[in-house]
C-alpha cells in the first residue's frame, strides 16, 4: 500500500542554519506530493506540492523536489528563521483519485535564536 | 474566503457525554475529512465524504464515533458515549475536485476535545 516515511525529530537549528527535512514514500502510478506545515495551536497549512516527477514546489524560501527515481520529496531551506518553528508533514494523494492523503508522521522543527 | 470553519473550538466534556463536532466546508468544496491529532498516534484520518457520501470510514475508531454530512456545506462528527481516551485535537478539512490534478486540501483550525 501507499505509505509516507519522514525523518524523526524534534530538530532543533540554529536561526540561519540549512535545514533538510527528509521524506520518502511508496505509490503505485504518479501521485501527487506536499508538504504541510502546523504552527503551534493552528492547523494544518499547504506549504508546497509537487505533481509530477522533477517538479519543484517552493514557497516561502522552502524547496522540495519530486524525485521519482529516489521515491523522495525532502524539504530544504537555506536558512530557517524563528518563525519556521513549526511541524511539518509530507503527505501523498495517489493518483488514482480516491481523495485521501497519506501523511507522514511529522517532523518538529525548532528553531533558536 | 473564510476558510473551513470548526466549532467548538475548545470543549471539556466528562467521560459518557455526548460531544457533537461541527463543520463547515469551503463554498464549492465537495470532499470532507475528518481528522484525529494525539501525541501518540499523529494524524489519523477518520472518515472522508465524497459529494457527501461517506466514501471512506474505516478509519473510525468503533461504533462510538459517527458522522453525517446532510448538505454540502455542514457535518458533524458525534462522539458517544465519549471517553478519556478520546480526548486529542479533531480537525476537519475539505478540498475540490476542480482545484487540478492534484486534490489540496484545506484544514480547519480543529476543535480541541477533552474528556475528564
Known amino acids: 500500500g501507499n505509505s509516507v516515511t519522514q525523518m524523526e525529530g524534534p530538530v532543533t537549528l540554529s536561526e540561519e542554519a540549512f535545514l533538510t527535512i527528509n521524506c520518502t514514500y511508496t505509490?503505485?502510478?504518479?501521485?501527487?506530493l506536499f508538504w504541510y506545515v502546523q504552527y503551534p495551536g493552528e492547523g494544518l497549512q499547504l506549504l508546497l506540492k509537487?505533481?509530477?516527477?522533477?517538479d519543484k514546489g517552493s514557497n516561502k524560501g522552502f524547496e522540495a523536489t519530486y524525485r521519482k527515481e529516489t521515491t523522495s520529496f525532502h524539504l530544504e531551506k537555506g536558512s530557517v528563521q524563528v518563525s519556521d518553528s513549526a511541524v511539518y508533514f509530507c503527505?501523498?494523494?495517489?493518483?488514482?483519485?480516491?481523495?485521501?492523503?497519506?501523511f507522514g508522521t511529522g517532523t518538529r522543527l525548532k528553531v533558536l535564536a | 474566503d473564510a476558510g473551513v470553519i470548526q466549532s467548538p473550538r475548545h470543549e471539556v466534556t466528562e467521560m459518557g457525554q455526548e460531544v457533537t463536532l461541527r463543520c463547515k466546508p469551503i463554498?464549492?468544496?465537495?470532499?470532507l475529512f475528518w481528522y484525529r491529532q494525539t501525541m501518540m498516534r499523529g494524524l489519523e484520518l477518520l472518515i472522508y465524504f465524497n459529494n457527501n457520501v461517506p466514501i471512506d470510514d474505516s478509519g473510525m475508531p468503533e461504533d462510538r464515533f459517527s458522522a453525517k454530512m446532510p448538505n454540502a456545506s455542514f457535518s458533524t462528527l458525534k462522539i458517544q458515549p465519549s471517553e478519556p481516551r478520546d480526548s486529542a485535537v479533531y480537525f476537519c478539512?475539505?478540498?475540490?475536485?476542480?482545484?487540478?490534478?492534484?486534490?489540496?486540501?484545506?484544514f480547519g483550525p480543529g476543535t480541541r476535545l477533552t474528556v475528564l
Open positions: 505509490a503505485t502510478g504518479y501521485p501527487s
Open positions: 509537487a505533481t509530477k516527477a522533477d
Open positions: 478539512a475539505s478540498s475540490s475536485r476542480t482545484s487540478g490534478t492534484y486534490n489540496e486540501q484545506f
Open positions: 463554498s464549492g468544496h465537495n470532499s
Open positions: 503527505a501523498l494523494s495517489a493518483s488514482s483519485g480516491t481523495y485521501k492523503y497519506i
